[in-house]
């Protein structure tokens, strides 16, 4: 353990947001590589506590600022994780790091099967890092879950981080493409939840470095319009779903009404598409008839 002073900390932090980067970041870093929670963080400021113990020296902590900011690699790839949810996951260039907005769609999966105390089975579909799949699965221990990803690397990691959770035992993980690895499961699915990669071509052009040099493009190019993926996915879904099954799915911001029509095309009905935090039109959910 490392001493520093409570004012050596706070003027070592001035200087590092003064080289670039935010504050979130730069508290990740203090969180998940100095072991300096946010909470402890804050208390902090209220408290005349003279020393702070850190699990690594600020040098330490400086050098790993300096190469988030010099060549824009994330931050959760420096420190090698991410929070999401309650969860702590591994994450690497291999896959998405799992984003905050993405959060809610566990609470819409949670409320729309509310009422049903039996066991049901979901997928998860390009489960990444893990997170859905994951989420859902410790939630629901009585549930039954398939996570797929067409990366092998990606599969690895999400094994990894559910091998880390407490009481991992209703979570299963295949490498395949979308519904590809499920064929043994046709017409047995009660649930189907994706983020897919739905981001339009132009718009990924644009994205910012950080994104686009570190982040799986696979994980986020969804075509000329961001829809391939989406398509390709209700397309299937009546195969594997159960009668009255929903599927779950993450869009990009403007595509709400489109998503919404694409289920409609394909035999699903209840189809509403539900905001985020911010008011976006962020997820669509329908029920297989
Ligand atoms: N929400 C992610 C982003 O904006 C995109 C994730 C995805 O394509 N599924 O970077």
Redesign the pocket.
Known sequence: MFNVSTQKLLSWKKKQLLIGGDVQSLNFLLDSVGGLSNKKLNLIKFKSEQNIKLKVNLEYLEILWDKHISSSIPIQHLCGLAFWRDLRLEVSNKV?IP?P??ELIIDIALETFKDRYERITFVDLGTGSGAISIALALKNPQWFGIATDIDKNAIEIASRNYANCPNNSNLKFICGHWWEPLKNFEGEIDLAIS?????PRETYEK?PTE?KKYEPKT??L?GESGLDHIQEIVKKAPIFLREKGFLIL?N?FNQGDKVKNIFLENGFTLVKVLQDFSGIGRFTIGRYK
């Not at 983020?195 to 981001?199: A, M, Q, T």
């Open positions: 998405l984003r907005e993405t983020n897919p990669p739905y981001i994205l994104v994980a986020l969804g993450e990009h």
